[in-house]
């Protein structure tokens, strides 16, 4: 048994091939997933299900899914192979088998014997788009959200109150064009997403961690860093998540999900029927197309255009019910906490095969000229094998899906007033005002 890593709820242990036979020992023999199967053990400390319908969406890169009696016997050698973390699995009480997918993705993969291979996990964190709805009217009242969350992503606001609470970096250059922004990964293209890995590498903090790097001398190479973003890209993952998190639904809809500042206030309504919503009329306007403003500069005309916003709005009524808006953001705050993990397998090519990939390297303009073959793991996962520019096998998953109803309205309400107070701070103070 082997620590992979933990959340606020749970921890994981990757299986022995005989712990996993031992532990697999309860199940129908039927079921028992093949021996090039790597099984993980997971153990929540709450009775916390997964999200259903982020479930259903990433079937494919979720996998199998299996509970298993939790023993007392099962606890014990759990703490004991990671004592910092004894308590959560002494506090445990449910306990899942699932896909291990940092293991060499290549083992399904007939007459494949790579030289190196690594797994890197993504927490590609909330997409940001312009809001639709910027505020709403509940008994009477008007309530808007932040301006500031009307031009930036929520991790770059993250940062301010992280910086406070450790005391590190430099507070002027949170928020420069060179900060990652989840855009880049969950909206850009391939090179987008090498772009995206290029910053986290410098700066990993809790959004990306390698397993078994470190066997390998000189860590991650250009070719490797430029294969993963394609093999990301052409997965889909990143797209499938964007748009739970933007709808929380399995189809892109007509209205995106609802700030927690604007929902919350509704979910308090004392007369339901006289709620109106706040809308920006953002056809054939710039906002609509506009960037994070991590990725671009903040000028005159785009604070021109916020201000000229506020003379464009209309009152709607709410076309989806609060029960519908509460189920979507919850959907979104699971898909914005979701994990993807990638395991790529590389080796090295002959003299003449070298040759050639170099010359198919120098004439490419543009990672687009990858072949790539797909297809889905039955034990859960989707592989690819990639040609070039680097003969490879990449496995992509997804984990973390966890459904967050346990946690309300309340809760995410004054997270979000924390993190807006720290960046205002932060900042030297902006203005809350619509």
């Not at 009480?93 to 291990?100: E, G, K, Q, S, T």
């Not at 294969?227 to 399995?250: C, D, H, K, P, R």
């Not at 029960?323 to 994990?339: H, L, Q």
Request: charged share 25%.
């Amino acid at each position: 048994m082997r620590y992979l890593g933990a959340g606020g709820c749970s921890v994981v242990f990757a299986l022995t091939e005989e712990e996993a036979n031992e532990t697999w020992a309860q199940k129908d023999v039927q079921q028992r997933p093949t021996p090039r199967c790597h099984l993980a053990l997971r153990l929540t400390k709450g009775m916390i299900s997964e999200c259903p319908i982020c479930r259903h969406i990433l079937r494919d890169f979720v996998g199998f899914t299996h509970e298993i009696h939790l023993t007392e016997a099962l606890r014990a050698r759990c703490a004991s192979t990671f004592p910092p973390l004894a308590d959560h699995c002494w506090t445990a009480v449910r306990a899942h088998l699932i896909p291990d997918f940092a293991v060499d993705p290549s083992l399904p993969v007939e007459n494949w014997n790579g030289t190196r291979w690594f797994t890197v996990e993504i927490k590609p964190k909330g997409v940001w788009q312009h809001p639709q709805v910027i505020g709403i009217i509940v008994d009477d009242v008007e309530y808007y959200m932040h301006p500031v969350k009307r031009r930036q992503c929520r991790y770059s606001l993250m940062q301010a109150l992280k910086y406070e609470r450790q005391n590190k970096g430099n507070k002027h250059s949170i928020f420069s064009e060179s900060t990652y922004c989840p855009n880049q990964m969950l909206l850009g293209d391939e090179v987008s997403i090498a772009a995206a890995l290029r910053h986290l590498n410098s700066n990993p903090s809790n959004n990306l961690k390698y397993f078994h790097l470190e066997d390998f001398p000189g860590g991650l190479k250009e070719d490797e860093l430029n294969v993963l973003s394609n093999a990301l890209y052409q997965s889909g993952v990143f797209s499938i998540l964007a748009n739970l998190q933007l709808y929380g639904t399995e189809t892109i809809c007509d209205w995106s999900v609802l700030d927690i500042e604007l929902l919350y206030h509704w979910s308090k309504a004392c007369d339901p029927s006289s709620v109106r919503w706040i809308v920006s009329n953002l056809n054939n306007s710039p906002l609509k197309d506009m960037n994070c403003t991590c990725q671009r500069e903040r000028d005159r005309q785009t604070q021109d255009l916020q201000n000229n916003e506020m003379r464009n709005i209309k009152y709607v009524i709410p076309p989806i019910n609060l029960e519908e808006c509460v189920n979507r953001f919850y959907v979104s705050t699971t898909a914005k906490d979701a994990s993807v993990l990638a395991t790529l397998s590389t080796r090295e090519e002959e003299d003449k095969e070298k040759e050639k990939i170099e010359r198919i390297r120098k004439t490419s303009t543009s990672c687009n000229h990858n072949k790539f073959t797909k297809w889905k793991d039955s034990h859960g996962g989707i592989l690819m094998k990639i040609d070039s520019p680097t003969s490879s096998v990449c496995r992509i998953g997804v984990v973390d899906v966890d459904g967050k109803k346990h946690k309300s309205l309340l809760h995410y309400f004054e997270r979000d007033q924390e993190i807006l107070a720290a960046w205002e701070r932060v900042k030297g103070g902006v203005q809350y005002s619509p």
